[in-house]
């Protein structure tokens, strides 16, 4: 009997009925080793060495695939086909080899790119040994983001409260993001106009041609600037005769786009389906670990980390096969189509993503997948058995059209297309996903007949007036191409990235754009002008070659961690001895239109507003960056950093807005913006009253009404008839609530607290006493139902999906583990639910709730250093450590 190891529980079931008896099929759940997140995990004055940290639940696993190999004739590592799943066959031998139960059998690695009984009977006959120079490349990329992590970030944390984190990609992403933010600020809008004749032919057939050249000058886009010339060639061209010079019909073919790879994937889920990059890659996990089709688990398309674009001779002969069936002969080319990549070491020579399956169309397979997967594999297939397909033959016709006015002449332009041909456009109608929004192409309509040197009448003459408009923010799809073009990250990168970068606050999706919070546009400052080296596209993008040349063996991986360590120690050493007053005074320079913006009064911006003498800054506090007056103590003016919404509205005033006075007391009414959010206030100084904006009232929308009913809180609505006690309403730190003697009931919605009445407030509170009374509500709060149940954990119970009071979480017995921010709880997985419960049971002390003894296993952690030889001696393990700090990167491998 071999043993083979594999990554998912699901995958080792599937393989399990492929393989047969002969062979036992055991999941690692992704990795089973990892950095402790903690100093002194990579050692640069000892060569580097790597200390590594299995835990509890992986220990586990492992001790299960050393007793079956105690026992088995051989090894077979079959994890996934790219760089990370080399080092989890990696990890897996080099632990087995220190239990000493490897000996001398064979050690074998085996990849497939697809999950059909095919594609691993095939590549169970061509077995090879562990790939040493992906492995070294594997260890530099950990090394590398560890030493940036763990010596980056702490320097942010002493010199930027509020940070959160820096690291070697996710930096210079977040830079990207930054960058296009300050360009949209500093863009100066420019008039233009547009000048276009609708015209008839002597066959009464209408068309739009626009204006091209004007008085023997040829006209570029943008070239008319303002009224006056607009005016003057529109006069002319109302006066004018029209005759075409010249009708041109040439015939243009459209080729398809070659199949997806991990980022056009990603950018064409987000443009037609909406998905994240985490979302489309969680889904493309499902589809290619397999669905239960004919009762047989079968992959539904191939490997989806991948940058490589060609298919298997194999697949392109069965897309043309399944071509000729379902849309004819001629949809067949001549010659299969090959594509090349542009990326220097498409991620090690991996297919594209495409279908395992022609013949297994998305209809056919419908009844078998839920929403999103039915979406996505379509797109897949759809793409996939295009990029085989003919090409589409298109007629372009220009019609060159010359106007007369009295000795003025203009040149006006009609072109046209039909599709003669449709081609591989009956499979997939490609909308360029790749291109941003404001690139997207204008699609000509069909002309009417037009012939040459033939009058035509004039029916209208239009002259509208544009502005040109800023760059678009960046989506996820097109930062995913940005980043894919500069060669920054690899394909299953992507996702992690914008994943972290949203985790950490530094940036907002708004209508799917991505906008830089303040946070992240001070901590990308900071890098800028105190580690530039670090954040430059070119920097970032030359050292990814560099470890795309280790992959390929051509480079020593310890050779490219001493070039970078030595420079990056060096500043990180230099920028300690830096004061705060120096940062704070770079970034005023380099941020001012943000922290500083225009006064409407064009006096200077950096002038308190308050005292009028205080001059503005940024200031660092425990929770955060504000804006502050220098007065302070005397002037305590503070302002929040200004933000917009995708739109480009203001989210808070700048200053302060006055609403009239109160009634009652005469004291000023004003909206302000503070260091927590834009707020309401009543009078002036320490005894001033303060309301904050609750969730969702936009302060643009902000009046005397409200902000008075806002100060006027908790409102008083009438005496209970039982009790007789006051019955009030408010707004607190979980919401709206109704407070009745000493104790709460929670309101639906913030409009409630200004307009329940007592009828409805007795009823609220009576259903609340209820509730409590059965073991719900506060004080009692029974379990909530579960969304989703996952299945049985390893150590036996249910694993279930559940919405809690303060968001989504995943449940095992007692252990609770919350879901990271982001993260839907329908596409949650068994190997992500069982990583997160046992990084929470790790963490919880023993005072606080934890799993039964009979199903916990020991928190125990065993480190172990990098061995450059595959037989190098055993070391003890680590004695049992008690709640170990939470790790930065998870154990089970993420899309």
């Not at 003919?390 to 072109?415: K, P």
């Not at 807005?657 to 004291?667: A, H, R």
């Not at 009374?773 to 709060?781: L, S, T, Y």
Request: aromatic share 6%; net charge positive.
């Amino acid at each position: 009997m071999n043993v083979v190891v594999v990554e998912s529980p699901a995958k080792a079931k599937t393989i399990n009925k492929y393989l047969g008896p002969e062979y036992k099929v055991l999941a690692s759940f992704g990795h089973v080793r990892d950095l402790p997140a903690k100093d002194g995990s990579v050692l640069p004055d000892q060569d580097f060495e790597m200390l590594w940290e299995v835990d509890a639940a992986s220990a586990k696993r492992l001790n299960e695939i050393a007793d079956a190999v105690k026992k088995s004739d051989g090894l077979i590592l079959a994890t996934d086909p790219d760089r990370e799943g080399e080092a989890i066959s990696w990890h897996v031998l080099d632990v087995l080899r220190k239990k000493k139960v490897i000996g001398d059998k064979p050690v074998k690695r085996v990849v497939f790119n697809a999950i059909t009984k095919k594609a691993v009977l095939d590549a169970m006959a061509e077995p090879r040994d562990i790939d040493a120079p992906l492995v070294n490349a594997y260890l530099a990329r950990r090394a590398l983001d560890y030493l940036v992590g763990f010596n980056l970030s702490p320097v942010l944390w002493r010199k930027l409260p509020g940070a959160r984190s820096a690291g070697r990609v996710q930096s210079v992403a977040l830079r990207l993001v930054c960058d296009r933010e300050t360009e949209i600020e500093r863009f100066v809008a420019e008039e233009y106009w547009n000048i276009s004749a609708l015209l008839r032919t002597p066959r009464n057939d209408t068309f739009e041609a626009r204006l091209v050249s004007a008085d023997g000058k040829r006209m570029q886009a943008k070239s008319v600037t303002n009224g006056v010339q607009a005016k003057d060639l529109k006069s002319m061209l109302e006066g004018a005769t029209y005759r075409v010079d010249s009708i041109e019909a040439k015939p243009v073919k459209r080729n398809p786009s070659p199949p997806f790879t991990t980022s056009t994937l990603q950018q064409a889920a987000s443009s037609r389906l909406g998905f994240s990059a985490s979302r489309t890659m969680q889904v493309a996990q499902r589809l290619y670990e397999g669905m239960e089709i004919g009762g047989e688990l079968t992959g539904l398309i191939t490997y989806m980390r991948t940058d490589g674009v060609q298919m298997a001779p194999e697949a392109i002969d069965a897309a043309r096969v399944a071509i000729g069936s379902q849309f004819g002969a001629r949809y067949v080319p001549d010659k299969a189509r090959l594509y090349t990549t542009k990326a220097k070491n498409a991620q090690e020579a991996h297919e594209a993503i495409r279908p395992t399956d022609f013949n297994r169309t998305p209809e056919s397979v419908r009844k078998f997948l839920d929403a999103d997967q039915f979406r996505l594999y379509d797109l897949v297939w759809k793409r996939g058995i295009a990029s085989q397909m003919a090409s589409a033959d298109i007629e372009r016709t220009t019609a060159e059209i010359t106007a007369e006015n009295q000795g003025r002449t203009a040149g006006l332009r009609a072109v046209g297309s039909v599709i003669k041909f449709d081609g591989f456009i009956a499979a997939y109608t490609d909308q360029r996903e790749e291109k941003e929004d404001n690139d997207a192409e204008d699609e000509d309509g069909r002309l009417p007949e037009i012939r040459a040197q033939e009058m035509l009448a004039k029916e209208k003459i239009d002259a509208s007036q544009h502005f040109t408009e800023p760059p678009p923010r960046y989506s996820e799809a097109t930062l995913i191409k940005k980043m894919e073009e500069l060669g920054i990250g690899r394909p299953s990168t992507y996702a992690s990235t914008l994943a972290t970068l949203r985790d950490r606050g530094y940036v907002a999706i708004d209508k799917r754009k991505l906008i830089p919070d303040s946070k992240g546009r001070i901590v990308t400052a900071f890098l800028e002008n105190f580690f530039a080296r670090y954040v430059e596209y070119d920097f970032t993008a030359s050292l990814e070659e560099k470890l795309d040349s280790i992959s390929a063996g051509d480079l020593e991986w310890k050779d490219v961690l001493r070039d970078f360590w030595k420079d990056f120690f060096a500043q990180i050493e230099q920028t300690k001895e830096l004061r705060v007053s120096d940062i704070i005074d770079a970034l005023n320079e380099a941020l001012a239109p943000l922290l500083f913006p225009a006064r409407a009064d064009d006096g200077d911006p950096r002038v308190c507003q308050v005292c009028g003498t205080g001059k503005l800054s940024l200031k660092l506090g425990k929770y955060g960056a504000f804006i502050g007056c220098s007065n302070y103590p005397d002037c305590n003016f503070t302002r929040q950093l200004s933000s917009e919404s995708a739109d480009g509205d203001a989210t808070a005033p700048s200053e302060p807005v006055s609403f009239g006075t109160d009634p009652m007391t005469g004291e000023d009414i004003s909206l302000r913006s503070g260091r927590f959010g834009p707020y309401v206030q009543r009078g002036d100084g320490k005894e001033a009253k303060r309301a904050s904006l609750p969730k969702g009232w936009e302060p643009d929308k902000m009046d005397h009404e409200k902000a008075l009913a806002l100060l006027n809180l908790p409102r008083d609505i009438g005496k209970h008839p039982e009790s007789g006690k006051m019955i009030s309403s408010g707004i607190g730190r979980y919401g709206p609530f109704l407070l009745h003697d000493a104790g709460y009931a929670n309101l639906e919605t913030v409009e409630d607290v200004f307009s329940i009445g007592l009828n409805r407030a007795v009823v609220v509170i009576a259903e609340h006493a209820e509730k409590r009374a059965n073991g719900g509500g506060r004080g009692g709060r029974s379990a909530p139902a579960a969304l989703k149940e996952l299945g049985d954990h390893p150590d036996g119970g249910k694993i279930t999906v559940r919405d809690g009071r303060y968001g989504p979480y995943v449940n095992w017995d007692k252990v609770n583990a919350t879901l990271p921010k982001g993260k839907d709880p329908q596409s949650v997985t068994m190997e992500e639910a069982i990583s997160l419960i046992t990084e929470r049971a790790a963490k919880a002390p023993s005072s606080k709730t934890k799993a039964p003894a009979r199903k916990k296993a020991a928190t125990a952690s065993t480190t172990t250093k990098t061995s450059e030889k595959a037989a190098a001696k055993p070391k003890a393990a680590a004695k049992p450590k008690t709640a170990a700090k939470p790790k930065a990167s998870a154990k089970t491998k993420k899309a």
